[in-house]
């Protein structure tokens, strides 16, 4: 079975994105800065390394519907190529891009997991966006969470963890440090585990 995976960079002020997000900025304004540890050349090892596992492992991706809004054009393509599930209130049809489908998704997160589960196989889902990452938090459907925590501070922006959240246990189970970036992955503990 698949397992779900919340996988983000963020600034050491907690925000995955920069503030004003939208057509104009897709990551907010300096928001590109959290991904300089992907984009950056040449790449180093470590970096090269959490790339590729998280290429290698990634079945199905669940989105919500504003990540797809402000970076389908920006991909121009599907943001792995694996088929994705956009969770939104407006039926549409599927849309089919070169590596992926984008399937919308409109009664609720686990129809969105059951979809994702079932063309995943032994593969990784993956989430994108902040708000689907809280409703999967809440709703105890995270198995494991990465945080690549990149060296700047954004000052403002889009925030992974909502401070109303439940208390939610975390083992961290394993670190990688290059200059771009610490790579924390941790197992989220179930029923009291």
Same mark, same amino acid.
């Given at each position: 079975?698949?397992?779900? /995976? ?6 050491? &002020? ?9 057509? +104009? ?11 300089? *540890?992907? $984009? ?10 959490? +790339?590729? +596992? ?6 199905? @991706? !669940?989105?919500?519907?504003?990540? $797809? ?5 920006? *991909? ?9 599930? @956009? ?19 409109? &009664?609720? /997160?686990?129809?969105?997991? %059951? ?16 708000? !689907? ?12 969470? %990465? ?10 922006? @889009?925030?992974? $963890? ?5 208390? /939610? ?25």
């Amino acid at each position: 079975m698949s397992k779900v /995976i919340l996988d983000m960079s963020m600034s050491l &002020d907690g925000f995955i994105a920069g503030a004003n997000v939208g057509k +104009e900025y897709p990551m907010g304004v300096n928001g590109e800065d959290l991904h300089t *540890w992907i $984009f950056s050349t040449p790449k180093d090892k470590v970096d090269a390394d959490v +790339e590729r +596992e998280m290429f290698a492992k990634t079945g199905a @991706v !669940i989105l919500g519907n504003r990540t $797809f809004e402000v970076g389908v054009d920006l *991909w121009g393509d599907v943001p792995f190529p694996v088929p994705s599930f @956009v969770l939104t209130h407006k039926k549409r049809e599927t849309l089919i891009k070169k590596s992926g489908t984008f399937t919308f998704v409109t &009664d609720g /997160i686990e129809s969105a997991l %059951q979809q994702a589960q079932a063309v995943a196989g032994d593969k990784d889902v993956r989430l994108m966006g902040a708000d !689907i990452a809280q409703q999967f938090l809440s709703a105890g459907l995270i198995d494991e969470i %990465q945080i690549n925590h990149v060296p700047i501070l954004l000052g403002d922006g @889009v925030r992974l $963890f909502d401070l109303g959240m439940k208390n /939610i246990q975390l083992e961290k189970d394993r670190v990688l440090d290059s200059p771009h970036a610490t790579h924390i992955h941790y197992r989220v503990l179930k029923g009291g585990s």
